[in-house]
């Protein structure tokens, strides 16, 4: 790619002179970045625990198929920074790429990304090709080598340099405040949490039959489990008491079961401890049929 100096020269420079396949791959994967950054910023169930949609709350949804379990557990202990984490670094590759800013490194940075993402997210999904996370990690690769190969012989213009180099260096700086100052404007931009009012339909009684579970937002909008046996219909706060992980029901055990530190939790005896760290059960909720339907009261 062309030699240019700082400023917003720079950045128009480097959009010259380069292929047609750079320039392509290079606005579609940097919109794309940009775009995935302020659509976590901007929802307000991503770093919401009352949300079904938490990012706590999808990594535990992970554990059961991905091969890196054992690192998602731990990133489940610490989601909050997971997921703003995720955030800044989505705007700072997809910033730096449009700018034409380390490109080397930004790309490195965006395959290995997009691999975690596969390997989590979409490693059940078959056939592979409707997952676009490996499409991702091929582009970025395709725009890895076609950089490299276009900055051959010229002078700071490796990997290493786009970290040690001082005015490399500066241009990072610069999209990492960058991509802060995004993720704080979109969270201005995040509409409130729908929750639901006490007495209002969770489900239909003739949806939920007897030996039926399902995962609910109780009305002060935290996650909660539901039951229903021959006795009638129980409900219990999916919020660890150990440390405020999302508890799962676990079929094979028949046990709510913690995914952070292995607690474990009775639904038939109240939710009682069956397995610490856990000191105190779930608290109870308070549901009941009416009509048709299984309420909250």
Not at 22 to 37: D, E, F, N, P, Q
Not at 53 to 74: C, V
Not at 121 to 134: E, Q, R
Not at 258 to 271: E, M, Y
Request: charged share 10%; with cysteine.
């Amino acid at each position: 790619m062309a030699k240019y100096s700082g400023g917003t020269g720079a950045i128009a420079q480097s959009w010259k002179n380069q292929p047609i396949a750079t320039s392509v791959l290079r606005l579609w994967l940097g919109l794309t970045w940009v775009y995935a950054g302020w659509n976590k910023a901007t929802d307000a169930g991503f770093l919401n625990q009352a949300s079904p949609h938490y990012i706590g709350a999808q990594l535990a949804g992970y554990l059961k198929t991905s091969p890196i379990s054992f690192i998602l557990r731990r990133m489940i202990e610490h989601a909050q920074l997971i997921g703003w984490g995720t955030m800044v670094i989505e705007f700072v590759i997809g910033f730096a790429i449009l700018a034409g800013f380390s490109m080397q490194l930004m790309s490195l940075a965006g395959f290995g990304l997009s691999a975690v993402l596969w390997l989590s997210a979409t490693w059940s999904v078959k056939p592979y090709f409707l997952g676009s996370d490996t499409a991702y990690m091929v582009l970025w690769a395709a725009l890895f080598f076609l950089v490299r190969d276009a900055a051959k012989g010229k002078r700071n213009s490796s990997v290493i340099s786009d970290l040690t180099e001082r005015r490399n260096f500066v241009r990072l700086v610069g999209v990492g405040v960058a991509g802060i100052a995004a993720s704080l404007a979109g969270t201005k931009f995040r509409a409130r949490v729908a929750t639901p009012e006490a007495g209002s339909s969770i489900t239909t009684v003739a949806s939920f039959p007897v030996g039926s579970t399902m995962s609910f937002t109780a009305a002060d909008g935290s996650p909660a489990v539901l039951f229903r046996t021959a006795a009638g219909v129980f409900a219990y706060s999916a919020i660890c008491t150990h440390q405020g992980c999302t508890v799962a029901y676990d079929s094979g055990s028949h046990l709510l079961a913690c995914p952070c530190h292995g607690a474990q939790f009775d639904p038939s005896k109240n939710a009682a401890v069956v397995q610490g760290p856990a000191q105190s059960p779930l608290a109870s909720i308070k549901v009941a049929i009416k009509g048709a339907n299984i309420v909250q009261i």
